[in-house]
Every structure is written in structure tokens, then in C-alpha cells.
Nanobody, 128 residues
């Protein structure tokens, strides 16, 4: 069983930066593809970014490209990060990390139902 715990959310102003962390309880992240999603009030959960187990491959949705950066530390901290820059009020949402078991080291999906594990979410509020 894998447990994911997000941290780093909070209240910021438009234009600020924030880094979210996702800590995994698994002994290793090497067989987990990790993605970040977000869900704004009244909206569906939205895929943002994914990263391979090695950290060498990433994929971003258009809304995240250019402002958000996903990274991971498999050795020291067993964590995945989402660096968010130039935040806008429309980025206000609950942010989730999600994990998908994979033998290839690279797995992601736009569909939340395809993921095996989820964190509890971290609230990010961007004030104008």
C-alpha cells in the first residue's frame, strides 16, 4: 500500500510562487508514475503534470506548461514536487498528487480513475 501526503499549500497573492510537495510512504518511488491534479470548486479534477520514475520524462497539460514544473527526488526524500510560478486567481483549487503503478517507469493518464493512489489534497488559494 502506498500513502501520499501533500504539503506546501496556502494563501498567496497573484504573481507569487509556491512549491507543493508529495511525500510517498512507499520504500521507493521507482515503480510509481506520479502526477499532479487539481480540482476547483464546482469543476472536475484536472490533470496538470506527470513525471517518470527516473525524472527524465515529464508531460504537462497546456494550463500548466510554462508556469508549473514537476520534479522528483527518489533517493533522499521519496518525494515529488510541483513548483508553481506566476500564480493567478484561477489557479485556486485543491491540488492532489496521484500515483500509478508501472513496470515501465513511465505512466500517466488524464483520467483520475486510472490512478491507484491519491493524497488527501492541499488547498492553494490565490488572491487577486
Amino acid at each position: 500500500q502506498v500513502q501520499l501526503v501533500e504539503s506546501g499549500g496556502g494563501l498567496v497573492r497573484a504573481g507569487d510562487s509556491l512549491r507543493l510537495s508529495c511525500a510517498a510512504s512507499a520504500r521507493t518511488l521507482s515503480r510509481l508514475g506520479i502526477s499532479w491534479f487539481r480540482q476547483a470548486p464546482g469543476k472536475e479534477r484536472e490533470f496538470l503534470a506527470a513525471i517518470s520514475w527516473s525524472g527524465t520524462r515529464t508531460h504537462y497539460t497546456d494550463s500548466a506548461k510554462g508556469r508549473f514544473t514537476i520534479s522528483r527526488d527518489n533517493v533522499a526524500k521519496n518525494s515529488v514536487y510541483l513548483q508553481m510560478n506566476s500564480l493567478k486567481p484561477e489557479d485556486t483549487a485543491v491540488y492532489y498528487c496521484a500515483a500509478m503503478e508501472t513496470e515501465t517507469g513511465w505512466a500517466w493518464s488524464y483520467h483520475a480513475a486510472d490512478y491507484d493512489y491519491w493524497g488527501q489534497g492541499a488547498q492553494v488559494t490565490v488572491a487577486s
